[in-house]
Each structure stands twice: as structure tokens, then as C-alpha cells.
């Protein structure tokens, strides 16, 4: 494969966005290149998932809970809240081109592509959905082992 | 220091109303305020102390029950009617509300905080106009788009950005707002790749609507379903689905229009 092409480049790409995505949220300068360093790490940890040859949902499984990973440990170092690099790190992940196949089938009508598409869509939002679910629910869960032991 | 039920339930309201305004989960809004109140003496729940606090809020408002032991509980109903994303003063809201509970300032010293949280600078039109155009733009790479389908993925994004300066003015609701987003940058994707100036309008648009993703709706909604808000997180969960639905309406009715003429 190239690498250049498969990997360098998808990488920058999802840097330059999720820093453009942190001007929309408010996000001050100096967090946003860290935010932005979260979301490339995302795209390279899934494009390293996709060449091993895993089934899709777990790549973006994986990639979703090692963002919500990045994010809790981040936000713990600078004590800003989770959600500032959470919602940038997952930019990369969200499955634009399935949400537009599924729309553009709907429209030619073709039921059977269409069914597969939104299948993948939604699947894929729920991997997404479950990976930032497990770490949150672990993190919480460490916390209160934590808070009570002291 | 000790402050009043009256001045507690003024400053936890305020407090309160930005933080969901601003785009914090809703768990934190409610934990930020039961922690405000303990610095100054009143609990919530079933602590059996005489001075009381009880919370509930959810993404549309906001409600507070202050009881500083006489017979008369001061409650107060906040309406959340329009949310705007602002981490950057979630994040001082979240420093004030720790420096409250280690500091356990007067009012005066907390409404003056507030303030400056209020006209901390926002990123301003050209600059925001000019993040559009990038995701527009480098997510129409990202897919796969030629240098031309991200050039135009960029302009469109921008007319997107001025649009929904106009359509935000009437206050519309997400799906309203999400419906008109699609619908223009699909048939302005439409019409450039039929005058011939690109080869095929998909990666323009897929870039181009990715300014219009609920990010932030489906990351709160996972956060909130975990801390046990399970009501915040059906309501921001019906947000987001019915965003993404409104993108895939706006975009399918454009280009069905177009496909007839």
C-alpha cells in the first residue's frame, strides 16, 4: 500500500478539520492543537485497526475508546472538561460517506443497497457511540473506587 | 461566609442556565450545582439537614428548590430555549464553580466572575467563516475528492455559514435548521457539477455536510446516558438522530428535484 497516500495524508486532513472544528466550538487557541493531535491519533490508531484486517465495527470500536482514552487523560493533566477534546478527537470517525450512500439509495430507490447502507451507518454511529460509552463508564467506575477508598 | 436561600438560588440559576446554554452535560450541571451548594452549608437528597437543595434539570430547562429551614421553599424554573456550543466558557464555569467551593466567596464576587465569563471574546465572523470553508473543504479530501471538488466543498460550506446566520435569526428548530443546511449545499453541489466544472457532486457534498454533523449532541447523549440522566440523554439522542435525519431529507428532496428537471 502506499503509505503516503493511505496514511500521511488522511492524518493531516483530520488535523487541520478538528482544529477548524474547535474555531466553531469555542475552543481557545492553545487547546485546540492538542485537540487536533487527539483526532490524528484516531485516524492513524483506525487506519492501523483497518490494515490488520479487523471486521469494521470493531475498528471504529477501538478508535472511539482510545479518543475517549486521549480525551480523559488530557483533561485530567490540564483540568478542562472531557468534552473539549472529546468531541474533536471523534470528528474523524464520523461515517460521512455511509450517511450519504444511504440517502443517495434512497433517492434512486434501490431498497436493497439502501438497507445495506443504513445498516452500516447506523452500526458504525453505535460502535462509535459504545466506545466512548465503555471508557466513560470505567473512568466513572474508577472514580468512585477512588473517591471511597480515600 | 454565608449567603441567603434568595442569593444561593440567584447565583445557582445563573450558573446553571449558561452551563447548559454553553453545551455542558447535563450531569455536570446538576453536580456543579449540588457542589456550590455544600461550600455554603445546604445539601440535597435525604441528608436530614435542615438547610436543603434539590435539582433537576434537562437540556430545556432547568429546575432549583432551595429551603434554608423555614416553612416557605424558594423555587426557581429557568427555560432553555436556544443552546449555542461555547466549551471555552463551559470550561470557566467549571473553574468559577471549583473556586466557589474552595473560596465560598460573597455574591458580589461571584456575580462579577459571571460577567467576565460573559464577555469572554467569541471567535468572530471571518474567522468562523473561514473554519467553515476549511472542514468543507478538508473533508472533501478526506473521502477522496479531487482538488476542485474540495475547492468548491470550501465555497459552498461558506454560503452554508451566511445562510445559517439568517435562518438562526428566526430561531428555528434543529431539524428546520438542518433541512435548509443540506438543502443548499446539495443543489448548489448539483448545479457546478451540471454546468460541467466538476466531474461528480458526491465528495463536494459529503464534505460540505460535515459542518452540519451533531457532534457534540451524540458525545453529551453517551455522557449523560452513563452518569444516569437517562431523560437529558433520550433528549439529546432524539436531537441528534432527528439533525442527521433532516441532512439526509434536505439533501435527498435537492437532488430528487433536480434529477426531474
Redesign the interface.
Known amino acids: 500500500m502506499d503509505i503516503m497516500k493511505d496514511m500521511a495524508l488522511p492524518c493531516i486532513y483530520s488535523l487541520i478539520a478538528s482544529i477548524a472544528f474547535g474555531v466553531q466550538f469555542n475552543i481557545r487557541f492553545r487547546h485546540m492543537l492538542a485537540a487536533g493531535i487527539g483526532a490524528m491519533l484516531t485516524q492513524l490508531i483506525f487506519t492501523g485497526f483497518e490494515i490488520s484486517g479487523m471486521g469494521q465495527m470493531i475498528c471504529y470500536f477501538f478508535s472511539a475508546a482510545a479518543v475517549s482514552v486521549y480525551a480523559e487523560l488530557m483533561a485530567r493533566r490540564v483540568h478542562v472538561p472531557v468534552n473539549m477534546y472529546l468531541v474533536v478527537g471523534i470528528i474523524p470517525l464520523v461515517p460521512g460517506g455511509y450517511m450519504y450512500n444511504t440517502m443517495i439509495t434512497l433517492v434512486s430507490g434501490d431498497v436493497e443497497s439502501f438497507s445495506h447502507q443504513f445498516a452500516a451507518s447506523v452500526g458504525i454511529a453505535g460502535s462509535i457511540a459504545m466506545g466512548i460509552f465503555a471508557v466513560s463508564a470505567i473512568v466513572r467506575l474508577l472514580r468512585i473506587i477512588t473517591r471511597q477508598s480515600i | 461566609m454565608e449567603i441567603t436561600a434568595k442569593e444561593l438560588l440567584q447565583i445557582t440559576s445563573r450558573i446553571g442556565s449558561m452551563l447548559i446554554e454553553y453545551?455542558?452535560?447535563i450531569y455536570?450541571v446538576e453536580d456543579s450545582i449540588y457542589r456550590i451548594a455544600a461550600a455554603y452549608g445546604f445539601y440535597g437528597g435525604t441528608s436530614g439537614k435542615d438547610k436543603k437543595i434539590e435539582v433537576f434539570a434537562i437540556p430545556a430547562s432547568l429546575i432549583i428548590t432551595v429551603n434554608d429551614g423555614s416553612e416557605v421553599p424558594l423555587t426557581q424554573t429557568v427555560r432553555i430555549s436556544s443552546r449555542e456550543?461555547?466549551?471555552?466558557?463551559?470550561?470557566k464555569l467549571?473553574?468559577l464553580s471549583r473556586f466557589i467551593c474552595v473560596e465560598k466567596p460573597d455574591t458580589a464576587t461571584i456575580n462579577k466572575h459571571i460577567s467576565e465569563i460573559c464577555e469572554r471574546k467569541?471567535?468572530n465572523y471571518p474567522?468562523?467563516l473561514?473554519?467553515?470553508a476549511?472542514?468543507g473543504a478538508?473533508?472533501a479530501?478526506?473521502?477522496g475528492g479531487t482538488p476542485f471538488d474540495a475547492l468548491f466543498a470550501g465555497l459552498i460550506s461558506m454560503i452554508v455559514f451566511a445562510v445559517s446566520i439568517f435562518v438562526n435569526k428566526v430561531k428555528p428548530s434543529v431539524f428546520f435548521q438542518s433541512v435548509i443546511g443540506s438543502v443548499v449545499i446539495a443543489s448548489i453541489a448539483v448545479i457546478v457539477s451540471k454546468a460541467g466544472l466538476t466531474g461528480s457532486f458526491?465528495k463536494i457534498?459529503?464534505?460540505a455536510?460535515?459542518?452540519l454533523?451533531p457532534?457534540?449532541t451524540?458525545?453529551?447523549?453517551?455522557?449523560d446516558?452513563?452518569?444516569g440522566d437517562f431523560l437529558a440523554g433520550m433528549y439529546t439522542l432524539t436531537e441528534a438522530i432527528l439533525t442527521?435525519v433532516g441532512?439526509?431529507v434536505g439533501?435527498?428532496s435537492a437532488?430528487?428535484v433536480f434529477?426531474m428537471i
Open positions: 453545551g455542558a452535560e455536570r456550543t461555547n466549551l471555552d466558557r463551559v470550561d467549571n473553574n467569541i471567535y474567522v468562523r473561514i473554519s467553515y476549511v472542514v478538508t473533508f479530501l478526506f473521502f458526491d457534498i459529503i464534505g455536510s460535515m459542518n454533523v457532534g457534540i451524540l458525545t453529551n447523549c453517551m455522557r446516558f452513563i452518569a442527521a441532512m439526509a439533501a435527498a437532488i430528487a434529477n
